[in-house]
């Protein structure tokens, strides 16, 4: 019995040091299609004077730091799997970075709300034929990133670590699609005014869900919440 005890620890430990490694190699990825985007829709945000596309682009930064964050969270990890207490240490780690990158977020947003209102105060001329080009190509850009980071996964949320990673992906992916509605919407029917509203909107939502992920990680790190053992 305690054999076989022993058979399902090490299977269950196995199959963490996979999970992690997986996710490590995932952000990775991820963090190499953001960077490259980051910089051209921050480049092409200031040319074009688009506070959607520049909101999006620095957005990009942010998530590249935070996701560098959940990519040495998941090296520290998976160095430290063979140590005593692995899982406990593991988990505080998980939801160190979790917390770290949701702050990220949440300055980000404010960030956002900020500059939109001075946008909306004083609007700037916007091109918008390279601004909606470039934030298609950060949409899609993102969208791939989403579905590199969902494929196969099905603990992300017991992984503070990676959902706050999935989470920043999202956003990102959320205001490319503000920024492009706001782009068309100024472009076509002259409601320029919609690019600095989708800033405010975006950067409410990013505030919610980042305060959101703040209270989550906090409970953990404050040992107020245990974390929910992983499915076998």
Known sequence: MELEHEHNDGHHHHH?????AENERKTLIVII???????AEIFFGYISNSMAL??????????????????????????IQNCENCEFVSSKISAFAGYTSSLFLLVTAVWIIIEAGERLLNPLKISFNEAILVAVIGLI???????????GNKHKDEDYNFKAAYLH?????????FAIVALIAGKYIGWTFLDPIMGFVGGALILKWSIGLIKDTSKILLDLKLLKPVEK
């Not at 990133?145 to 494929?151: G, P």
């Not at 992906?169 to 699609?177: K, P, Q, R």
């Open 16 to 20: 963490h040091e996979n999970i992690n």
């Open 33 to 39: 299609f953001t960077v490259v985007t980051m910089i």
């Open 54 to 79: 520049l909101a999006d682009g620095c957005h990009m930064g942010t998530h590249a730091f935070a996701l560098s964050i959940a990519f040495f969270a998941y090296f520290f990890i998976n160095k």
């Open 141 to 151: 850009v993102n969208l791939i990133c989403v579905v590199i980071m969902e494929y």
């Open 169 to 177: 992906i999202l956003t990102d992916a959320l205001t490319s699609v």
